[in-house]
């Protein structure tokens, strides 16, 4: 029964903090685009495409893809710069 109540608890916490991490990845995307947009229009599209696909994620509340999504833009950008 410990073992159970263990797992749902952190289950729960789990979501939550992958539900607050989404936002902060979006932030981040915003920022470098802003900041430091990458040269190449083919690389700044794809960026833009899982942002916006990662945000519509996170309202899904599909957290975890969200930031398995939010993930690829970042490196996407990273990448060319």
Same mark, same amino acid.
């Given at each position: 029964?410990?073992?159970?109540?263990?797992?749902?608890?952190?289950? +729960?916490? #789990?979501?939550?903090?992958?539900?607050?991490?989404?936002? $902060?990845?979006?932030? =981040?995307?915003? %920022?470098? +685009?802003? #900041?430091?947009?990458?040269?190449?229009?083919?690389?700044? $599209?794809?960026?833009? =495409?899982?942002? %916006?696909?990662?945000?519509?994620?996170?309202?899904?509340?599909?957290?975890?893809?969200?930031?398995?999504?939010?993930?690829? %833009?970042?490196?996407?950008?990273?990448?060319?710069?």
């Amino acid at each position: 029964m410990h073992r159970l109540v263990a797992f749902l608890t952190t289950a +729960l916490l #789990s979501t939550s903090l992958w539900a607050m991490h989404c936002p $902060a990845d979006m932030a =981040k995307i915003d %920022a470098l +685009l802003q #900041s430091n947009p990458p040269g190449d229009a083919t690389v700044l $599209a794809q960026v833009q =495409k899982l942002r %916006a696909e990662g945000e519509e994620l996170h309202n899904a509340g599909d957290h975890s893809q969200s930031v398995k999504v939010l993930g690829e %833009a970042l490196q996407l950008l990273e990448a060319s710069e």
